[in-house]
């Protein structure tokens, strides 16, 4: 009697263990690996004004810029580029490497929907170069002036 009221017992350990074991797999993947992120330049001084707002210019102001910006988000100002999007602040001043922005044009967040430039997106536009995500991550470390 005792040993098959064991069996579900067991059965029942084994799958919370399994259970467990792939939660902790899924959180070290939401985690992006920030390791794989071009190292912020060297240059100093870097600004909005005189570095950063070429590239969003560029790259980004086609679709986060006038009455609707995509996902709530205008790049075309450095203090609208601040307030952040929908999902709020999308620049951390002094840790690019928890930047939002950062993570999606450097495709290091999970989602693929969330890399930007969107892939194939109609405009052609270009993903960023490693040098202008380097220097991203130097304005925004730099306090992000
Ligand atoms: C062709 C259009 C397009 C271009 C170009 C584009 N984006 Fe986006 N962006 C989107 C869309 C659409 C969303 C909203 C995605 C969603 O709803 O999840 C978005 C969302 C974002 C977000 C998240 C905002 C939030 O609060 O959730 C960031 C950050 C972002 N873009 C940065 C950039 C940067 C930086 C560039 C230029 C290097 C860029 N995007 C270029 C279309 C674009």
Known sequence: ??????????????VLAVGLAATRADDADASPNTAQL???????????????KTIFD????????????????????LADALKGGKDGKVILPGDSAKSMLILNVAHLSKDHMDWMPPLHNKAGIKPLTPEQISLLRAWIDQGAK
């Open 38 to 52: 071009p190292p912020p330049s060297t240059r100093r001084g870097v600004t909005y004004a005189a570095d950063i």
């Open 58 to 77: 560029h790259s980004c102001v086609k679709c986060h810029s006038g009455r609707k910006p995509k996902g709530h988000l205008k790049l075309d100002t």
């Open 1 to 14: 009697m005792k040993t098959t009221m064991l069996i579900p017992f067991t059965a029942g350990a084994l």
